[in-house]
């Protein structure tokens, strides 16, 4: 597979064409960014970890029945993808409150949000992601309705699995969020799922695992991204993380 010309650019990924029809390469950047590009960093390996876990967990989710645009690692920092058409929405499922939820309604941070919260914003940096209804969505003519409601039932499923998979290794996983594309009429999960994407505390001491340790200057964030990334990640090759994945039946209880 050889990489072609940029198709695009954006805060901390890029993309490129290929010279396989139909598919991407996307290249995870050492760009940090936080609070609407106002806050910009560049962390060596910071790319790397964050491709690792987005490819660990796709392959989970596959293995689980969820299509993912994932196809192959080619380095360590650029993934092949499938090519698709991208929904601008940002689908936000939250498990514990906190970040915006918490400053824009009266939840007390950290409270459970027993079922999850399904938030969708508007991707549009332009507009700083306004968020979305039902309503606005469908009038917007973002999806149909019953692409809607497949969107927000594979966002449960891959909460389900990713909690379980996480609280195996003690981590809660408070929130994440995801965005989907079309291939053809097929809806596909796509860009990342890591450290930048999804908000973790540590089951045992709280502490933050994610890029809120970049947003609020709560630490080395090169070496928590480090140690999540290896937390994550390592058993992979033992083939528990297909055990981790198959185990939650209950998933919503063992994710708390
Ligand atoms: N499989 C895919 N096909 C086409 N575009 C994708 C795919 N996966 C992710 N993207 C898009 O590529 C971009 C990734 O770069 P990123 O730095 O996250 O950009 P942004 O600043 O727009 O969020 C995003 O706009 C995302 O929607
Ligand atoms: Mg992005």
Redesign the pocket.
């Known amino acids: 597979m050889k990489q072609k010309k940029l ?9 490129y064409h290929t010279d396989v029809k139909g598919t ?1 390469i ?1 290249e995870f ?1 050492d ?1 940090i ?1 936080a609070f609407d ?1 106002g806050k910009k960093d560049t962390l060596m390996n910071k790319g790397g970890y964050n491709a690792g876990v987005s490819a660990f967990f796709f392959s989970c989710l596959e293995e689980n029945g969820v299509k993912t ?1 994932f196809l192959e690692m080619l380095d360590e920092k650029r993934m092949v ?6 929904i ?1 929405l940002e689908v936000i499922v939250r498990n514990f409150a906190a970040g915006s939820i918490v400053r824009n309604y009266p939840f007390k941070e950290g409270s459970p949000l027993k079922p999850p919260v399904i938030v969708i914003d508007y ?1 549009d ?1 332009s507009r700083h992601d306004p968020m979305l209804n039902d309503d606005l969505i469908i009038a917007l003519r973002l999806v149909t309705p019953p692409e809607l409601k497949r969107i927000k039932t594979i966002a449960l499923r891959v909460n389900a699995l990713l909690s379980g998979l996480l609280a195996k290794e003690g981590i809660t996983l408070v929130d994440f969020k995801l ?1 989907f ?1 079309r ?1 053809g009429k097929t809806i ?1 999960l ?3 799922i890591s450290m ?1 994407s999804m908000r973790l505390w540590d089951k045992k001491t709280g502490e933050s695992l994610d890029k809120d340790v970049y947003r609020f200057n709560k630490g080395d964030v090169m070496a928590t991204y480090q140690v999540v990334a290896a937390r994550i990640t390592k058993k992979q090759k033992s083939g528990a993380a297909k055990k981790a994945v198959a185990a939650p039946k209950n998933s919503k209880k063992r994710a708390r």
Do not use: I
């Not at 198709?7 to 993309?15: E, Q």
């Not at 993808?81 to 991208?86: A, G, I, N, Q």
């Open positions: 198709l695009y650019t954006g805060k901390a990924k890029s993309v991407l996307v950047r760009d960014t590009g645009h993808v499938r090519e698709l058409s991208m601008p991707k940096d965005e594309g291939q596909y796509g860009d990342e930048d």
